[in-house]
């Protein structure tokens, strides 16, 4: 009943009959029972750590910003399969990759250690894993990607700083891509600067290094411009004693060396017309008190020190001196101009040009006008008999009396600083257009597409287009014209190296001046060296004309065939040889000459009967003049190779007198860029055939200079051991062994034909020698001036047989070039006979071959 009111209430076991209470009873009873023999068992099944870690993502990707500290960029998450605790939890992240600004915690949080930096790196790659708490990694890293950004900063961005300029290339984009950075600003304007840095190439910049000479001509100069400061040779040697940087033809100044022009070279007294032209540059004077520094002086030679004209610098200002001699009027006139420029003494190179049309002087100063801003009057000078003396660097001071003590005649008021191309012009003034010509660039800035720049942007060239400023009010129209800036150089050989740029910018926000701070931009230009080119001067190198011919009105011309070629070396990219560039290709290029001399080798000419002569005609229409000395002919100009063959091909040699004269040799040689680049020496040999050889000669020439023999080939002279000069000149000629054998065998059978017509002509001279010289002009030799000579291809045992033959020989010769050049009728008539005697005197021949020895241990294979 205990357990059974523990069940159920009192209130229903009230209700119950007995027996149901007692079935009840019973039946809680035995459950007890069951109870009493029942055992729990508990079973605890223990994990393995049977799977890896594995992320969720494949790859991670983030971006932050250069220069800030992360707590947290962002969060990895590994996932693992096992049921335990301890090996389902993620317990720990770790970074395979090394050397990286970046951490990781245990709950994959990806920072960064050090603030990061745009320029430096703007993308980082790196490997993660992750372990559980049973310590096993994941079975596969993941690949996080941090990229960083850049902190907006005003700027131009894409661009740059080397730029290749490979010679030949015509204009090249120098910022093809390049824009303007201004975070968003409320900008109004825009005003851009790009300054191309030149000053450390030759005057300023890659200019035209042709002689002044060439550069008048190639520009149109009018002719009679007096080249005061030239490179030094035998005719020009005043200027080689002066300090040259023999590149550009700059002669330096250093205060202590002035250079004494020759008499003759210019005029003594100028007109009222002339033009001094020179490029200088000149620095702040040295010293406290500033001395004169003479460019170009004119003064007494003896006795006084009077200066009739000069051009000087005093004080940072040009001055030029004109004083004019007494005539009639003796009033004041105009003697000093005075410019003052502050280009004078900065150091760079400028043109100054000084145009004289008196009593008016303009100077020119890289191609602008400047009047002078002080002009002072002086007495004209008193007529002496006084002789001049003009000098550059420095000026002459004759004797002068300082202190009551007399002086020796000296240099004074020395040059600091640096000259090139003074000239004079006497009598003319020059134009501005070919002042303008003489001082331009070959390189500078340009703009590609001008049309398609619009009228948004404002754009300015200074005159040497060295800065080009550009103005707009919408950005990106700046962009576009900014990426159309090139960069050009017209010379075929520039000069090579390194040339700056800069590029500085100003920004204008609305309602500000400038908001926008933009850095300038430092880049520079490589020119890269430029294929020198081989030029070479082919043709005949020898030649023999009768003397009737140079002593003709015309002459002999000496060039006829002259080649001028020239070919450039190239590399090129050969896949043998593990790939390396060798100069395997030959190409020939066009360009222009500034030269050729035409000299003659050994004694100078004889004015008196002997003269190089040039019909003038042939220089009009090309950029070429030409001189005429007893040295040789020189012809000058900037022009093109084809021009210099032409005008090479019409100079003849006149001698006139040629009995004391053999043989000539002339050497020719060209130069591109005023001696930067020459060509070979060609030689070439004239012989004048006089009247025991021309006519042997004439058959040489005609029988064996054949077309195919026409390239000339030169033979040592002392290769050729041979007294005959004919013989000489045939072996020079010649061009193979071949052609040797065949003239040997025709030149036999030529004998043999010879001693027929010989024996012929014997029989028939002792009646009719007479009527026969008055019949045939062509055949009548002159045997006055004959001379006797021994032939080397023949040895004879006994010495009169010799001595007779030799006598026969040299009928027979005179008889085959007579019935060679004879086209009468008479000549065929005698064929019959001839071949008649050499039948019977066949027998004769071949004895006298047998006699003959041919000594060929001087000629030449």
């Known amino acids: 009943l205990r357990f059974a009111s523990k069940l159920v209430s009192w209130d229903l076991m009230a209700n119950l009959r007995p027996t149901s209470v007692y079935s009840l009873c019973c039946i809680i009873f035995l459950f007890k ?33 250069e220069g800030k500290i992360y707590d947290s960029i962002l969060q990895v998450e590994a996932i693992d399969e096992d049921c335990s605790p301890q090996y389902s939890q993620i317990c720990n ?25 745009y320029d430096k790196q703007r993308r980082y790659e790196i490997m993660v894993t992750a ?42 984009p120098l910022f093809p891509s390049i824009h303007l950075e201004t975070c968003d600003g409320p900008v109004s304007s825009t005003h851009t600067t790009i300054e191309l840095q030149t000053n450390h190439i030759g005057k300023g910049c890659d200019r035209e290094t042709y002689s002044e000479k060439s550069l008048q001509k190639l520009c149109g100069a009018s002719s009679g411009a007096i080249d005061l400061l030239p490179s030094p040779s035998a005719t020009t040697n005043w200027t080689a004693g002066l300090l040259m940087d023999n590149n550009d033809i700059i002669f330096k100044f250093d205060g202590k060396q002035g250079a004494k022009i020759p008499d003759g070279i210019v005029p003594k007294n100028l007109t009222d017309q002339f033009t001094i ?41 040009l001055v030029f001196l004109l004083r004019k001699d007494f005539d009639q009027a003796d009033t004041f006139r105009p003697a000093e101009f005075h410019w003052k420029l502050d280009q004078i ?36 000078i008193h007529p002496s008999h006084i002789a001049m003396q003009l000098t550059v660097g420095a000026c002459w001071q004759g004797n002068m009396a300082i202190d009551s003590e007399v002086t020796k005649p000296r240099f004074a008021q020395y040059f600091h600083g640096s000259l090139a191309s003074l000239t004079i012009r006497p009598g003319k003034i020059e134009s501005q257009k070919v002042i303008s010509c003489l001082q331009a660039c070959k390189e500078g ?89 081989k030029i070479t001067i082919s043709g005949m190198d020898h030649f023999a004309r009768p003397a009737a011919q140079f002593e003709s009105e015309r002459g002999v011309i000496l060039l006829p065939d002259i080649r001028i070629v020239s070919t450039v070396t190239k590399t090129e990219h050969s896949k043998k040889n593990d790939g390396a560039n ?55 100009g900037a022009d093109t190779m084809h021009n210099y063959e032409q005008v090479l091909q019409q100079i003849r040699y006149r001698n006139w007198y040629t009995s004391a004269t053999f043989e000539r040799k002339f050497r020719i040689k060209c130069s591109e860029l005023n001696g930067h680049y020459t060509s070979n020496e060609f030689n070439l040999e004239v012989n004048i055939l006089h009247s025991t050889n021309s006519n042997y000669m004439d058959h040489v020439n005609k029988v064996i200079v054949q077309p195919q023999f026409l390239q000339s080939i030169h033979h040592p002279e002392e290769s050729i051991n041979i007294n005959l000069l004919p013989f000489r000149l045939f072996v020079s000629v010649v061009p193979s062994v071949a052609t040797v054998v065949i003239v040997i065998c025709v030149s036999v059978l030529i004998f043999i034909i010879a001693v027929g017509v010989y024996r012929i002509r014997t029989a028939q001279q002792h009646s009719s020698t007479d009527n026969e010289s008055s019949k045939e002009n062509e055949m009548d030799w002159d045997d006055s001036a004959l001379t006797i000579t021994v032939n080397p291809m023949e040895k004879y045992e006994k010495p009169h047989r010799a001595e007779e033959e030799s006598e026969e020989e040299d009928e027979e010769e005179e008889d085959t070039t007579s019935a060679e050049s004879d086209e009468s009728e008479e000549e065929d008539d005698e064929e019959e006979e001839e071949e008649a005697i050499v039948q019977k005197r066949g027998k004769q021949n071949l004895t006298r071959q047998e006699q003959l020895e041919w000594d060929d241990s001087t000629l030449p294979y």
């Open 445 to 533: 800035l340009d703009i590609n597409s001008l049309e398609s720049l619009g009228q948004g942007v404002k754009y300015h060239f200074n005159p040497s287009q060295s800065v080009l400023v550009m103005e707009g009010d919408d950005i990106e129209n700046i962009n576009r014209a900014l990426r159309k800036v090139s960069y050009i150089n017209s010379r075929q050989f520039p000069t090579a190296g390194v040339r700056r740029l800069k590029v500085s910018s100003k920004v204008q926000c609305f309602g500000e001046d400038v908001c926008i701070n933009i850095p300038d931009i430092d880049a520079y230009v490589m020119v890269l060296q430029a294929n020198e080119p």
């Open 277 to 317: 032209s020179l490029w200088m540059k000149h620095g702040p004077s040295p010293g406290l008190r500033a001395e004169k520094e003479t460019i170009l002086c004119n003064s007494d030679k003896t006795e006084m020190n009077r200066h009739h004209y000069a051009l000087y610098v005093h004080n940072c200002r």
């Open 33 to 65: 029972c069951y109870q009493a023999f029942q055992a729990v068992v508990h079973i605890q099944v223990k994990d393995v750590n049977e799977f890896s870690p594995a992320f969720k993502e494949s790859m991670y990707k983030a971006t932050v910003t």
């Open 345 to 380: 003494c900065d150091k760079e190179w400028h043109y100054y040009v000084v145009n004289v049309e008196f009593p008016v002087v303009t100077l020119y100063m890289d191609g602008t006008t400047y009047e002078p801003y002080l002009v002072t009057n002086d007495w004209p």
């Open 582 to 636: 060798k100069p395997v290709v030959l190409e020939e290029m066009l360009h222009d000459l500034d030269f050729c001399d035409v000299l003659v080798s050994g004694a100078e000419l004889d004015p008196e009967q002997e003269c190089l002569e040039l019909d003038r005609t042939e220089l009009q229409g090309k950029h070429l003049d030409a001189t005429n000395s007893t040295a040789g002919y020189s012809i000058y």
């Open 131 to 172: 372990f559980d708490c049973g310590q096993k990694h994941a079975r596969e890293d993941v690949l996080v990607q941090v990229n960083v950004k850049p902190v907006c900063k005003p700027g131009w961005q894409d661009w740059n700083k080397r730029i290749e300029y490979k010679p030949g290339s015509g204009s090249i």
């Open 93 to 117: 992240y770790e970074i395979v990759t090394t050397d990286v600004p970046f951490a990781i915690d245990r709950n994959g949080n990806i920072r960064n250690t050090e603030k990061l930096n």
